[in-house]
């Protein structure tokens, strides 16, 4: 079984950044695309960035795009996500996933509030 551990959420003003963290554990060799998804009261969870194992692969999210960056390390096991020029329509409980071979794995979530 794999196993996430999200961190660095938290309250950061207009135009400010904050760089979110998830630690995977466990089976971690049948993880194949680590990704960051957000979800905002009464809405659909979002797709915001994903990255293959070897990263050749990489998708934003049309909202994101030149703002977010999706970094992974496959030797900690970790994968991150750099979030500049945040705005307040950024606010959201942001998630980890990993997938792969019998795996599809969320993280317990993190609270990003961007204020006005």
């Known amino acids: 079984q794999v196993q996430l551990a999200e961190s660095g959420g938290g309250l950061v003003q207009t135009g400010g950044s904050l760089r979110l963290s998830c630690a995977a554990s466990?089976?971690?060799?049948?993880?194949?695309?680590m990704a960051w998804y957000r979800q905002c009261p009464g809405q659909q969870r979002e797709l915001i960035a994903s990255?293959?194992?070897?990263?050749?692969?990489?998708k934003y999210g049309d909202s994101v795009r030149g703002r977010f960056t999706i970094s992974r390390d496959n030797a900690k096991n970790t994968v991150d996500l750099q979030m500049n020029s945040l705005k307040p329509e950024d606010t959201a409980v942001y998630y980890c996933?990993?997938?792969?071979?019998?795996?599809?794995?969320w993280g317990q979530g993190t609270q990003v509030t961007v204020s006005s």
């Open positions: 996933n990993a997938n792969g071979y019998s795996v599809n794995v």
């Open positions: 466990g089976s971690t060799a049948s993880i194949n695309v």
């Open positions: 990255m293959s194992r070897g990263g050749s692969y990489t």
